[in-house]
């Protein structure tokens, strides 16, 4: 996969989208109603993916088409790129989509799931949303716009990350690949590395809403490694419109063709630190001080 070098300053841009963005935010309450109507219908077919761990649901493809459909018949010139049909496009523009983030959660029927649809521009989110649910709470940024979390009645707020200064006070958040059986880099070391030495780590098994509540301020650092564009891509928009900072696991700016992400609220007492003991884990050096703020 190639896609452009990145930058952690949100792209700039000028033209408006392409059709009412209450109109794509409808066409996420509509996938989201359905993803929740099959679950509560019960959910028939659940089966592996990459790995035993890796699951995928009937509702998964089901919330894809729809979305899918939703967004040919308003943008027929853009392209598609979906989690369960994977088919890179070549496309200026298209809409990168994950159906149902979480899937395990979801398939399990813990409340921690969500939506990610996202705009690329050459290489860059330019708009995203991740509707987190059930609890249908809609995130949503525009490049150079800011981000702001939309209620279900319309209401909006807008988001800014954490003021937190230190990785000590931070609260952070963490996934596992589904490949974690396989080998030695499955994050194993690099939680260990940072429990000890933060406020605390949460594992919640949705990145879409892990990246969501670090741009509202919850969580004040974030990090993963194995991830896919279409995890990460409306939360990368989201966390830098609202002040903070996304990078790769060696410190540059992050872009949707890496595959390890730190996102933090910005803060080098937080982010510098939170990639220190990331580098440092990998390297086997074990010293939790140096981690810390001096």
């Known amino acids: 996969m190639k896609l452009p070098t990145a930058s952690n300053q949100p792209p700039r841009v000028q033209e408006a989208l392409p059709v009412p963005k209450s109109v794509l935010f409808e066409l996420a309450y509509r996938a989201g109603e359905l993803a929740l109507d099959m679950q509560r219908d019960g ?5 592996s993916k990459s790995t035993e761990h890796d699951l995928v649901t009937e509702a998964d493809f089901a919330c894809e088409a729809l979305i899918r459909d939703g967004l040919a018949a308003l943008t027929p010139g853009f392209g598609f790129w979906g989690e369960e049909s994977d088919e ?3 496309d200026e523009y298209f809409w990168l989509v994950d159906p149902i983030d979480g899937t395990i959660n979801y398939a399990a029927g813990v409340p921690w799931f969500g939506i990610n649809i996202a705009l ?7 708009w995203g949303l991740s509707l987190v649910l059930p609890q249908f ?3 949503w940024a525009q490049a150079g716009h800011g981000a702001a979390l939309r209620h279900r009645d319309g209401t909006e707020e807008p988001l800014h990350v954490s003021r937190v200064s230190s990785l000590s006070d931070a609260l952070l958040v963490t996934g596992f ?3 974690r059986a396989e080998g030695d880099d499955n994050n194993a070391a690099e939680f260990a590395r940072l429990m ?14 892990d990246m969501a509540y670090l741009s509202s301020g919850a969580f004040s650092g974030y990090w993963e490694g194995s991830i896919q564009p279409w995890d990460v891509a409306p ?3 989201l966390v830098r419109e609202a002040g903070g900072l996304v990078t790769n696991y060696d410190g540059a700016p992050f872009g949707l063709g890496d595959r390890q992400i730190v996102a933090s609220n910005g803060q080098p007492g937080v982010h510098a630190a939170l990639l220190r003991a990331i580098q440092e884990s990998r390297a086997g050096k074990f010293d939790p001080d140096s981690a810390k703020e001096k």
Do not use: D, K, N, W
Request: with cysteine; charged share 20%.
């Open 177 to 179: 690949p589904y490949h």
């Open 196 to 209: 000890p030495i933060c406020r605390g780590v949460r594992r919640m098994g949705a990145s879409s809403a």
């Open 43 to 47: 959910l028939r077919a659940v089966r």
């Open 235 to 237: 939360g990368t928009l």
């Open 137 to 139: 709470e809609l995130f």
């Open 88 to 90: 890179q496009p070549h």
């Open 120 to 126: 690329i521009h050459r290489g860059e989110a330019v």
